[in-house]
Structures are given as structure tokens and as C-alpha cells.
């Protein structure tokens, strides 16, 4: 069942990245448990009739082929979160794609359309929480795929300078805080400690999400 809210999908692609090293958290993230689910099919349950296309970066092993969705490997060499974009932007069906991680998986369905309805008229648009800009939770319009290609043949992969690269809209957290005001929707599980804290307050909500 949709854990989606709304009146129907969006008419966008949401990417969702995969497979990177997790060295901090010495495991695959993607595939840790949390509840009945993975983290990453968690996050892909928020998307699921949130978005009308969903589409992971990720290898193409046995793992993220079993998730039975789109798998997209990028094809420039693993230069982290952009080559994940750059691969998203290829292959997305619309003009519109929303980005974020496997390990995001408290993201509230209301904030993504809230972005995405700016995203419509403004094209590349990201948010900042508390702790900053967001790159990792944000949408990118198609036609900025060019830059993305700059960028990563400059040999510079930095996710967080494509806001400023791109002329993004900046969303300020003022803006989106009575909708998600824990910016919850930002966390992710980066070490053993995240991990854990998510597992308790996961429990905490009696196995809800959202």
C-alpha cells in the first residue's frame, strides 16, 4: 500500500541513490533492517505512489536487481552522490527528478510535494535544514544535466557545489518547517550510532514512518 499523500503521483522521477561504500558503517546500509524492511525499501514504500517513476543508482548485483525496480549503475567510473545524479538525469523520463539516499528513510511525503510544486516553475531546487543545504534531498531539472557533465569531467565530485553551480532556488528551512519541523526528513544513517538511534525511535513510533 501507497504511504504517499496527495492526489497522485507526481509527475517526476524520483532517484534513489545506492550502492556506495558506507565505510562508516563498515555494511551496506541499503540492506539493514528496520522493522519488516530494509532501510532502502522503506524509503522506496514513502515513494511508492508518490512519484510516477522511481528509478535506483545502484550496481546491478543480485541485491538491487531482487528490489525489482530500475536499476541504473553509473557509467563514470563511481565519483559518488553526482555520478548517481548524472546517471538519474540520463535515464529519468521526466523533467523533473528528485534525489535522495537509500538511508533517508523519515522523509515525509508532504515536503517532497511542497518542493517539487517549486521545482515546477523554478527547475533545480534545494532545500536547507538546520545543518544546511541539502543537495541529497532535493530536485534537479533534466535540462541541468549538461552542467553535471562539467562538473564531473573537471575531476571535482562535490554534491554540494551544484546548488551554486546550477543557480539553484534555495529553500529556506523557515519555509518548510511547519511541515516537517525535526527536519526529519534529512536524517540518514551514516554510522553504527545512526543506525541505532533510528532502530529506537523506529520502535518509539510503534514501526511508523511517517
Not at 507526481?10 to 561504500?21: D, I
Not at 555494511?27 to 510516477?52: E, M, N, S
Not at 531482487?66 to 552522490?81: F, M, N, Q, S
Amino acid at each position: 500500500m501507497s504511504r504517499a499523500t496527495g492526489d497522485g503521483p507526481l509527475k517526476a522521477t524520483a532517484v534513489v541513490l545506492a550502492g556506495g561504500e558506507s565505510r562508516r558503517m563498515g555494511v551496506d546500509k541499503a540492506f539493514l533492517r528496520l522493522g519488516g524492511l530494509t532501510l532502502i525499501g522503506t524509503v522506496l514504500r514513502v515513494l511508492d505512489g508518490l512519484f510516477a517513476e522511481i528509478l535506483v543508482s545502484a550496481p546491478p548485483t543480485p541485491e538491487y536487481m531482487a528490489l525489482g525496480r530500475p536499476i541504473i549503475p553509473d557509467t563514470t567510473g563511481r565519483k559518488g552522490p553526482v555520478s548517481g545524479l548524472h546517471a538519474g538525469l540520463l535515464n529519468a523520463s521526466h523533467e523533473n527528478v528528485f534525489l535522495c539516499a537509500c538511508d533517508m528513510p523519515l522523509m515525509k511525503p508532504k515536503l517532497v510535494r511542497f518542493l517539487h510544486a517549486i521545482a515546477v516553475e523554478r527547475g533545480t531546487v534545494v532545500p536547507r535544514s538546520p545543518s544546511g543545504l541539502e543537495p541529497l534531498f532535493a530536485f534537479y531539472a533534466k535540462s541541468c544535466l549538461p552542467k553535471v557533465e562539467d562538473l564531473l569531467h573537471s575531476g571535482s565530485y562535490g554534491l554540494h557545489q551544484l546548488p551554486g553551480i546550477l543557480g539553484a532556488e534555495i529553500v529556506p528551512f523557515e519555509a518548510i518547517e511547519s511541515i516537517d519541523p525535526d527536519a526529519e526528513s534529512f536524517f540518514n544513517v551514516n554510522t553504527p550510532s545512526d543506525y541505532e538511534k533510528l532502530v529506537v525511535d523506529f520502535r518509539a513510533r510503534g514501526d511508523r514512518i511517517i
